[in-house]
């Protein structure tokens, strides 16, 4: 027995210390004072709690539902309020409290007066709903003045009791204990916020292991009732959650699975060989890698899940881009990438084209005149507004055919991603693969092939190659920037590369952590391998960055030494917060500072290419 004792309180505290404890759902939300809410019972019950709670007060032999005598209103019973509309969903549901048949409820009743004939009158009221007693994954249980455990033995099976700590309970006792509650405050003056002082942490921790030891659930009452709360109750493998705001315990919880990652696939990063921090030494090349989506909190995530490690984060010259656009404090993809690729603002939903319409010629059609080679990537489709930006000029991001006949008739060498349909199955029954291998391109339509090209001048467009890293994308994004560096290393002629980790944008806006964290990780391993190219070169200057944020991503809790993290969404939307920008190469202490998201056309072009350009 001992021997199996302490195995359960080993088994305990590693679930404690995982981050992730055991799972919770609807049915561990404990609705606390259930009756306060504007509409009783239902306001709770539809979000399918595990445990609803009324007080009641019994007078003249009715049982009324209030918090304090003061507060007692003759019209509202407990049978009105709660066993008429139970026993109501009981009957629609098959005798099951839910739809969900698996669901349990308790309908906790805590007794405010005397206990015995409080719980003779509930007995009585109970007796008159017969479903009430047949029920399946249903319990009523009591607390407050409840009886001494020695008469539980003379109330109805059905009547089940809120246990307490202290209480050393007999076998047949014990059974009849729906739960063991106790004060929180009894054990920790925590407020809720930062972390639990060492020795209340410890107190609590040992509280939890003795209940569980006794095979049943812990409650807290008086327990701070917010997200921070919430995890960290979570963490300590607290059962039963009470709270006086179902809705919002609700809506958390149901986000659980999305709003965490557990990794289990961890990259070794690049760690660089050179200092470029004070060297005024300037490039030929340029790497532009652009993490759809991706702020301060997209990255910490991605670092986190990586034991702590990211290439990115390698890079020590680091500035920061604002990325309003021309007709919104917010931009989107199309108006932030075109800032970046043409040093001009506009609006949403503009690719390549200033807010007044007029066309802005490219940073890659203005290099391609001074003899440049120049590359396009997306782990993306090739014709949505961030690539698109770099070589086509549209009033809307969303003419995919239009963009794609776009690059037909400039002269950038690569292009790699998804984006078929918009060259080959067109409205206008065009085939661009055909036009584009006239012109002198390879292209293939199977990523797996990439590696056999041996023209300098190529197309991949494969959809199945641009899923996301979740449903089994592989290294897509690191492959297409070590292929296309290799090739365009093969010439003299000075390059520039654009690569996109478009995904991270999406998982942003499916507010899905473990979307997100896949790509920034998959993005991380890209940027690995420009960042070995651009040490063996060195003549290659890399730059990271994002066109905007998305999601609102805050991170609530995380484990860096297990790879775990956990975050939450304020929108599904793109945000207005500034993204980072990292550099690593010659010229890369020019990109320190705060500036517009026009400043990075701007300080390519003309301070770190020193190229005059045509207006």
């Given at each position: 027995?001992?021997?199996?004792?302490i195995?359960?309180?080993?088994?305990?505290?590693s679930?404690?210390?995982?981050?992730?404890?055991?799972?919770?759902?609807?049915?561990?939300?404990f609705?606390?004072?259930?009756?306060?809410?504007?509409?009783?019972?239902?306001?709770?019950?539809?979000?399918?709690?595990?445990?609803?709670?009324a007080?009641?007060?019994?007078?003249?032999?009715?049982?009324?539902?209030?918090?304090?005598?003061?507060e007692?209103?003759?019209?509202?019973?407990?049978?009105?309020?709660?066993?008429?509309?139970?026993?109501?969903?009981?009957?629609?549901?098959?005798?099951?409290?839910?739809?969900?048949?698996?669901?349990?409820?308790?309908?906790?009743?805590?007794?405010?007066?005397?206990?015995?004939?409080?719980?003779?009158?509930?007995?009585?009221?109970?007796?008159?709903?017969?479903?009430?007693?047949?029920?399946?994954?249903?319990?009523?249980?009591?607390?407050?003045?409840?009886?001494?455990?020695?008469?539980?033995?003379?109330?109805?099976?059905?009547?089940?009791?809120?246990g307490?700590?202290?209480?050393?309970?007999?076998?047949?006792?014990?059974?009849?204990?729906?739960?063991?509650?106790?004060?929180?405050?009894?054990?920790?003056?925590?407020?809720?916020?930062?972390?639990?002082v060492?020795?209340?942490?410890?107190?609590?921790?040992?509280?939890?292991?003795?209940?569980?030891?006794?095979?049943?659930?812990?409650?807290?009452?008086?327990?701070?009732?917010?997200?921070?709360?919430?995890?960290?109750?979570?963490?300590?493998?607290?059962?039963?959650?009470?709270?006086?705001?179902?809705?919002?315990?609700?809506?958390?919880i149901?986000?659980?699975?999305?709003?965490?990652f557990?990794?289990?696939?961890?990259?070794?990063?690049?760690?660089?060989?050179?200092?470029?921090?004070?060297?005024?030494?300037?490039?030929?090349?340029?790497?532009?890698?652009?993490?759809?989506?991706?702020?301060?909190t997209?990255?910490?995530?991605?670092?986190?899940?990586?034991k702590?490690?990211?290439?990115?984060?390698?890079?020590?010259?680091?500035?920061?881009?604002?990325?309003?656009?021309?007709d919104?404090?917010?931009?989107?993809?199309?108006?932030?990438?075109?800032?970046?690729?043409?040093?001009?603002?506009?609006?949403?939903?503009?690719?390549?084209?200033?807010?007044?319409?007029?066309?802005?010629?490219s940073i890659?059609?203005?290099?391609?005149?001074?003899?440049?080679?120049?590359?396009?990537?997306?782990?993306?489709?090739?014709?949505?507004?961030?690539?698109?930006?770099?070589?086509?000029?549209?009033?809307e991001?969303?003419?995919?055919?239009?963009?794609?006949?776009?690059?037909?008739?400039?002269?950038?060498d690569?292009?790699?991603?998804?984006?078929?349909?918009?060259?080959?199955?067109?409205?206008?029954?065009?085939?661009?693969?055909?036009?584009?291998?006239?012109?002198?391109?390879?292209?293939?339509?199977?990523?797996?092939?990439?590696?056999?090209?041996?023209?300098?001048?190529?197309?991949?467009?494969?959809?199945?190659a641009?899923?996301?890293?979740?449903?089994?994308?592989?290294d897509?994004?690191?492959?297409?920037?070590?292929?296309?560096?290799?090739?365009?290393?093969?010439?003299?002629?000075p390059?520039?590369?654009?690569?996109?980790?478009?995904?991270?944008?999406?998982?942003?806006h499916?507010?899905?952590?473990?979307?997100?964290?896949?790509?920034?990780?998959?993005?991380?391993q890209?940027?690995?391998e420009?960042?070995?190219?651009?040490?063996?070169?060195?003549?290659?200057?890399?730059?990271i960055?994002?066109?905007?944020?998305?999601?609102?991503?805050?991170?609530?809790?995380?484990?860096?030494s297990?790879?775990?993290?956990?975050?939450?969404?304020?929108?599904?939307?793109?945000?207005?917060?500034?993204?980072?920008?990292?550099?690593?190469?010659?010229?890369?202490?020019?990109?320190?500072?705060?500036y517009?998201?026009?400043?990075?056309?701007?300080?390519?072009?003309?301070?770190?290419?020193?190229?005059?350009?045509?207006?």
């Amino acid at each position: 027995m001992m021997i199996r004792f302490i195995l359960l309180l080993l088994f305990s505290i590693s679930l404690i210390h995982a981050g992730l404890a055991q799972e919770y759902t609807s049915s561990s939300i404990f609705a606390h004072n259930d009756y306060v809410h504007a509409i009783p019972f239902y306001t709770s019950y539809y979000e399918e709690p595990g445990f609803i709670e009324a007080d009641v007060f019994l007078r003249q032999d009715h049982l009324l539902v209030a918090h304090t005598p003061e507060e007692i209103d003759t019209r509202y019973t407990l049978d009105s309020l709660y066993l008429k509309p139970l026993s109501g969903q009981l009957i629609k549901n098959q005798g099951f409290p839910y739809p969900d048949h698996t669901k349990p409820l308790t309908l906790m009743i805590d007794l405010k007066t005397d206990g015995v004939t409080t719980l003779e009158a509930l007995v009585r009221e109970i007796r008159k709903y017969p479903v009430l007693l047949s029920a399946k994954n249903f319990q009523i249980a009591v607390s407050g003045d409840m009886p001494d455990p020695s008469r539980w033995k003379n109330y109805p099976a059905f009547i089940h009791f809120d246990g307490r700590p202290d209480i050393i309970y007999t076998k047949e006792q014990l059974d009849r204990v729906s739960m063991i509650s106790t004060s929180f405050q009894a054990y920790s003056k925590w407020n809720g916020k930062g972390v639990i002082v060492k020795v209340e942490y410890e107190r609590l921790n040992r509280l939890i292991q003795q209940v569980h030891a006794k095979g049943k659930k812990i409650r807290f009452w008086a327990t701070p009732d917010f997200v921070n709360a919430w995890i960290t109750l979570m963490k300590m493998n607290v059962d039963i959650l009470g709270t006086d705001d179902v809705l919002a315990l609700s809506s958390f919880i149901k986000k659980l699975p999305s709003n965490r990652f557990q990794n289990k696939q961890f990259h070794e990063v690049y760690r660089p060989q050179k200092d470029y921090t004070v060297s005024k030494k300037l490039p030929k090349n340029i790497i532009l890698l652009i993490g759809d989506g991706m702020g301060l909190t997209q990255l910490y995530s991605g670092y986190t899940a990586n034991k702590g490690q990211l290439n990115i984060f390698n890079s020590k010259d680091i500035g920061f881009s604002i990325t309003t656009s021309a007709d919104s404090y917010i931009t989107d993809s199309a108006a932030g990438a075109t800032a970046m690729a043409a040093g001009v603002k506009t609006n949403n939903r503009f690719i390549g084209m200033d807010s007044s319409g007029n066309v802005l010629p490219s940073i890659t059609e203005k290099l391609k005149q001074k003899g440049y080679k120049t590359a396009i990537i997306s782990a993306g489709d090739v014709t949505d507004a961030t690539p698109a930006a770099f070589y086509a000029h549209q009033p809307e991001r969303s003419l995919s055919e239009a963009i794609a006949n776009d690059f037909l008739s400039g002269e950038n060498d690569i292009l790699i991603g998804g984006g078929t349909k918009a060259f080959k199955n067109r409205a206008d029954k065009k085939n661009l693969v055909v036009a584009l291998s006239k012109k002198g391109y390879t292209v293939a339509e199977s990523f797996k092939s990439m590696d056999t090209i041996r023209n300098s001048k190529f197309i991949v467009l494969d959809d199945s190659a641009v899923i996301s890293k979740l449903k089994g994308r592989g290294d897509f994004l690191a492959r297409s920037v070590k292929k296309s560096l290799a090739t365009l290393s093969q010439s003299k002629a000075p390059f520039f590369m654009m690569a996109e980790g478009a995904q991270i944008d999406y998982g942003g806006h499916d507010n899905n952590m473990s979307y997100v964290a896949r790509e920034v990780l998959d993005f991380d391993q890209a940027v690995g391998e420009a960042m070995k190219f651009a040490d063996q070169n060195g003549e290659t200057l890399l730059i990271i960055t994002a066109d905007h944020e998305t999601g609102g991503l805050t991170l609530l809790n995380g484990d860096i030494s297990k790879g775990y993290v956990q975050g939450s969404f304020s929108t599904s939307d793109h945000t207005a917060v500034m993204v980072p920008v990292f550099s690593y190469g010659p010229g890369s202490y020019l990109l320190k500072g705060v500036y517009p998201n026009t400043e990075l056309y701007s300080k390519i072009v003309k301070e770190l290419l020193r190229i005059e350009v045509d207006k």
